[in-house]
């Protein structure tokens, strides 16, 4: 059954836009609905001419400008839908002039008007006929398509004028299509699953027609793109499942992107169209990475939580820790990380920790696993991964901890000072250059160890303000103090070097 609105009378615009007016030249809003189609030879004609009709001009009522503008008038006065005339009968500036000014729709056309009426006719008489066919020949184009998001989203938003269309991901941030298409009088939404059944995205719809039945169109149109989508997503999936290094290094520069776009603010990815074309734009590298990483399943919003793996004995096998990572975790990235391999989740803390204790049964090597804390999403998930990596060195065999069930002091006294000396050394290098005698070394561990100023001032046995000045001097030297992940990585460093 067809949703409602369907056989709703086809307004003047969906002729012009999608139906069998396509390519003509229209002024005025063309919302009325055009229930019949009057051909018209002479103005004495309109007094029969009832509302709503789509009146066709021939002969002397379109003979000149003087016959247009009173047809015009006539037409104003019978609330007929719209008026028809050959193109050269009017100038198009007079036309466009005449048409704002009474309120009425002017159409005009290059071919035979009388060829023209028998179209409207057929497409007002039978609305539900004139939108399969537009229905039908999107299908054709969408499987001309492809498995492509870019190329499909590109389909909808030519072959359906007057219509912005955008693909969200599950988080509703855009992965292509147009800004806009939430927009409008109106809005059409169709959710696309994803391989496992759950949500991969949504394809929304919008835009300014009047028409009730232009809803109903789109939405049914939005449905065929449902399939090349889902053959999308199987295809990207496929395609970065053969290579472990494929996957690995679109995380690492997932993770890059994010973490990069995080100090910008303000502004936003680009995902939109060309200017003056009704196309998608090319996509920056972080849209292109949020894309495939979507395909492949992984959560690239809303809140995410980091583990880590820590072999205890050699382990080489990447693809087939891959394998019963992702078999245990769901669709997670799984990249190599220092002596082990990280990645993250959509799971909370707990859930993650049960899952990944029991990912650690399956793996054939001694393992030790670590969670981090949940973060609100890639822009922070550094944070996520250090603690997740501390927390791994404090498990041991067989065993999965939690760093936000752990203090500071036990996670820090764990990490293995002597192989992060030198990787501590990098990080507070521009601060070990201006410290000639440790205190602002000192100094900073202080207000991270113990949260603020006033506290480190008391550690310390000094005054406020001296605490103040020397935070001066380390923001100074480069550091902001205000990024978590910075935070972070400042305090396990001034732990290793102070230890």
Not at 236 to 249: G, I, K, N, P, W
Not at 331 to 337: D, N, S, Y
Request: glycine share 12%; with cysteine.
């Amino acid at each position: 059954m067809r949703a409602s609105g369907w056989e709703a009378p086809v307004t003047v615009a969906e002729l012009v836009d999608a139906g069998p007016l396509a390519g003509a030249r229209m002024y005025g809003a063309g919302e009325n609905p055009v229930r019949g189609v009057r051909i018209v030879d002479e103005l004495s004609v309109f007094a029969t001419v009832a509302p709503h009709t789509a009146v066709v001009l021939i002969g002397p009522a379109a003979s000149g400008g003087w016959a247009v503008e009173m047809a015009m008038r006539r037409a104003w006065e019978q609330a007929a839908a719209c008026v028809i005339a050959p193109a050269g009968g009017l100038s198009e500036g007079s036309g466009e002039v005449l048409a704002e000014r009474l309120g009425v729709t002017l159409i005009f056309v290059d071919e035979d008007p009388l060829i023209v009426a028998v179209r409207v006719a057929s497409a007002a008489s039978r609305p539900d006929a004139a939108r399969t066919q537009l229905v039908a020949r999107c299908a054709t184009r969408l499987a001309e398509a492809g498995a492509s998001a870019r190329r499909v989203l590109g389909v909808l938003n030519a072959e359906l004028p007057g219509t912005s269309v955008a693909f969200l991901d599950r988080y509703g941030r855009p992965l292509a299509g147009r800004r806009d298409a939430a927009a409008g009088r109106w809005s059409a939404e169709v959710t696309v699953p994803d391989r496992e059944g759950g949500v991969l995205g949504t394809l929304v719809a919008g835009g300014s027609s009047r028409s009730p039945g232009w809803p109903a169109v789109v939405r049914t149109v939005l449905g065929l793109a449902v399939a090349p989508l889902t053959a999308w997503t199987a295809q990207e999936s496929l395609t970065a499942a053969r290579d472990f290094a494929l996957q690995a290094a679109l995380a690492e520069r997932l993770i890059g992107n994010q973490m990069s776009e995080a100090g910008e603010s303000g502004k936003s990815g680009e995902i939109g169209e060309r200017s003056g074309s009704g196309e998608p734009g090319e996509p920056g590298e972080s849209g292109e990475a949020r894309v495939a990483a979507t395909a492949l399943g992984w959560p690239v919003g809303g809140p995410i939580t980091a583990y880590q793996l820590r072999p205890l004995t050699p382990a080489a096998d990447a693809s087939l820790v891959q394998a019963l990572v992702t078999g245990a975790l769901g669709q997670v990235p799984v990249l190599v990380r220092g002596e082990g391999w990280a990645g993250w989740s959509a799971s909370g803390p707990e859930e993650l920790a049960e899952r990944l204790h029991h990912c650690l049964r399956t793996l054939p090597w001694p393992c030790a696993g670590g969670v981090g804390a949940q973060v609100d999403g890639l822009q922070a998930v550094g944070e996520s991964l250090l603690g997740a990596e501390a927390a791994a060195y404090v498990a041991g065999e067989g065993a999965v901890v939690r760093a936000d069930r752990m203090g500071p002091a036990e996670l820090l006294g764990a990490l293995p000072t002597g192989v992060l000396r030198a990787p501590a050394a990098v990080v507070l290098r521009p601060l070990l250059e201006i410290d000639r005698d440790g205190t602002l070394l000192e100094t900073l561990a202080a207000v991270l160890d113990e949260g603020g100023a006033l506290k480190a001032a008391e550690r310390l046995g000094v005054h406020r303000n001296t605490i103040t000045t020397r935070l001066d001097r380390i923001r100074s030297a480069g550091f902001d103090l205000d990024d978590a992940a910075t935070r972070l990585a400042l305090q396990l460093a001034c732990h290793v070097m102070l230890s």
